[in-house]
């Protein structure tokens, strides 16, 4: 008997789904740019059966996979678990069988096996398309292959069995001059093991260079950033171990004595020869970009001040600290050339934001100017009247953040709405910075319903261009990307 009452995280505008969906021709207000060819592929997490325990991380539901498809100024919708292996066993099974998030001492007897932690993955964080194919992406385990259009799962891909890792991160970096893939996976030969491995792929989809290296501490290495000559890992806080897994516990917890790392490497070097620069107490999950100049590397990012997720409590049994739960967009700047093993930080916006931040990714690894992420604008109250339940809203709002000059420019969603992730889409044809369209999810709290909004990214203050109306609450994303037809052709 499927019993979600006990999932407290799991009611209102984000109660479980648990369909498939298909929609030709969704309802649009507003015109949809007939220039527009290519598809917005979403990943996010969706428990098709309740979690073994209530307090599990929402970052253990099934992983989801959804497209909007655009083509002649029509979108068409459709939405698919991905069939991981994990998720063919519960349905077979006719319940849960995996435990907390990556425990696996926490998993059914039936299907307990520590030794291979990567088997228990739900690829529920980000697409990617990179050679041609697409695929869901978690970072404890190997990529998923994707049918782009019938969005069936094709299984895990280990690139021919040149990726040694046994894991594979949600954020890949694609350079646009190249169109090379650097990409990395930590706890890369075990569970709690200190190895991570760099992986450059090149344009037609082969591993080209491999560099190994061990972590100063074992913890969450999300993203990365990568520029025209180095590729930066950074982190900080979070911590495991195999007696804290044994004891049954969520796979991590928080130290806040741990400092904060960033490893830089050359993308053409050696794992040996990378520097770690240390920093203080950071929750560091996701980056904007970050390009070499002379000595120093620019990083842009939406770094936290301390740990983000209050299901990975602090291991020293205080409470979880909202105040200190929030993002603020950051330069940082190291200078290759100093001895000093830190780096100089600015926060160049007073204000708390959403850490899911994007750019206009034909400027990956490049100097880039501006940087587009979701917050919350105090001046826009929610209408609780029309709307009732705040659970899981968290921005009304979506920023083009000019790092050059300061200047902010917003887009607003309306009083009954929150934003999910934002996504840039090149206007077709232009070349400049930021020349394209600023698109992403908003929750409809009023209706009831998700609806994709598209908005011109050089003016977002005019509201959508269009909105993509869908008749039912879609799983959440956690990231979305744009794919040219081209890319999948
Ligand atoms: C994140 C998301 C994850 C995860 C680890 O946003 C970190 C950060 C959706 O899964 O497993
Ligand atoms: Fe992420």
């Not at 130290?255 to 240390?278: E, M, Q």
């Not at 919350?376 to 809203?393: C, H, K, V, Y």
Request: charged share 25%.
């Amino acid at each position: 008997m499927v019993d979600f009452t006990k999932v407290p995280t799991r009611v209102g505008f984000f109660a479980p789904e648990r369909f498939e969906a298909d929609i030709h021709d969704c309802e649009v207000i507003g015109k949809v740019p007939k220039d527009l060819n290519g598809t917005f592929f979403r990943v996010g997490g969706d428990w098709f059966y309740p979690p073994l325990f209530p307090d599990d991380a929402v970052l253990n539901a099934d992983g989801y996979i959804s497209a909007f498809r655009f083509k002649d100024g029509i979108v068409s919708y459709k939405g698919r678990y991905v069939r991981t292996r994990r998720y063919e066993l519960q349905k077979a099974a006719n319940r849960q069988l995996f435990g907390y998030y990556r425990n696996p001492f926490t998993d059914d007897p039936s299907v307990r096996d520590p030794e291979r932690p990567y088997l228990r993955t739900v690829a529920n964080t980000s697409p990617l398309v990179h050679a041609g194919k697409l695929f869901a992406l978690k970072e404890d385990g190997l990529p998923h292959r994707i049918d782009p259009v019938t969005l069936d799962t094709v299984g895990p891909w280990d690139f021919e069995g040149a990726w040694k890792s046994q894991t594979f991160t949600a954020h890949p970096k694609i350079d646009p001059v190249t169109g090379e893939m650097i990409a990395f996976g930590y706890q890369a030969t075990g569970l709690v093991t200190d190895d991570l491995f760099i992986y450059t792929i090149g344009r037609d989809g082969k591993v080209k260079h491999e560099q190994r290296i061990k972590v100063p501490y074992v913890s969450v290495v999300h993203d990365c950033a990568v520029t025209q000559k180095h590729i930066l890992l950074p982190f900080g806080g979070y911590v495991t171990s195999m007696e804290r897994l044994k004891a049954g516990k969520i796979h991590w917890g928080w130290d806040a004595t741990k400092p904060s790392y960033i490893g830089v490497l050359a993308r053409d070097g050696d794992g040996k020869d990378i520097r770690w620069f240390k920093g203080p107490e950071r929750c560091m999950m996701h980056t904007f970009n970050a390009y070499t100049e002379g000595s120093k590397i620019i990083l842009y990012a939406p770094f936290y001040d301390s740990n983000f997720f209050p299901f990975f409590p602090p291991i020293d049994g205080t409470p979880w600290n909202p105040q200190k739960a929030k993002a603020y967009v950051r330069r940082i700047t190291i200078d290759l050339r100093s001895k000093k093993d830190t780096w100089t930080e600015e926060i160049l916006w007073p204000f708390n934001v959403g850490d899911l931040g994007r750019i206009d990714t034909r400027f990956m690894t490049l100097r880039q100017r501006y940087g587009y992420t979701s917050f919350n604008d105090p001046d826009r109250p929610f209408d609780e009247a029309r709307a009732g339940n705040l659970r899981g809203r968290v921005s009304n709002t979506y920023g083009r953040f000019d790092f050059e000059t300061g200047k902010l420019n917003r887009y607003f969603v309306g009083p009954t709405h929150s934003l999910q992730e934002c996504c840039f889409v090149p206007r077709p044809g232009s070349r400049e910075e930021g020349d394209g369209y600023l698109i992403g999810v908003a929750s409809n709290y009023a209706e009831m319903r998700s609806e994709l909004v598209i908005a011109d990214a050089q003016n977002l203050e005019a509201g959508d261009v269009a909105r993509v109306i869908l008749p039912f609450r879609s799983t959440a994303q956690v990231h979305g990307i744009w794919a040219d037809a081209s890319e999948l052709a």
